[in-house]
């Protein structure tokens, strides 16, 4: 089971981007899929999850900016972020719990630069 992540780069403050994550290989039952990051010298947190039933739930810090979605494809997941700060900038990681162990992967991470 593999986590393709895409969709990082540099904007302005003010700006949009939006996070694709796609899951590939044998991956059944997905539980939760989500998004974290992890800016310069600090910890990795967490940013968005979206429930198999499609309950979400977003850090404070970004509720009302961003909006996790899953996309037609079942095994792919959004992360559609406006307003960026500064503070937003990171790097961003997708991560998918699945099956009756949960199981946890991750992706590679991509990077968003939020800077004028």
């Known amino acids: 089971v593999q986590l393709q992540a895409s969709g990082g780069g540099l904007v302005q403050p003010g700006g949009s981007l939006r996070l694709s994550c796609a899951a590939s290989?044998?991956?059944?039952?997905?539980?939760?899929m989500g998004w974290y990051r992890q800016a310069p010298g600090k910890q990795r947190e967490s940013v968005a999850r979206i429930i198999s039933g499609g309950d979400t739930n977003y850090s404070d810090s970004v509720k009302g900016r961003f909006t996790i979605y899953r996309g037609n494809a079942e095994n792919t997941v959004y992360l559609q972020m406006n307003s960026l700060k500064p503070e937003d900038t990171a790097v961003y990681y997708c991560?998918?719990?699945?099956?009756?162990?949960?199981?946890?992967?991750w992706g590679q991470g991509t990077l968003v630069t939020v800077s004028s």
């Open positions: 991560n998918v719990l699945y099956g009756r162990t949960w199981s946890s992967v």
């Open positions: 290989g044998s991956i059944f039952s997905i539980n939760v």
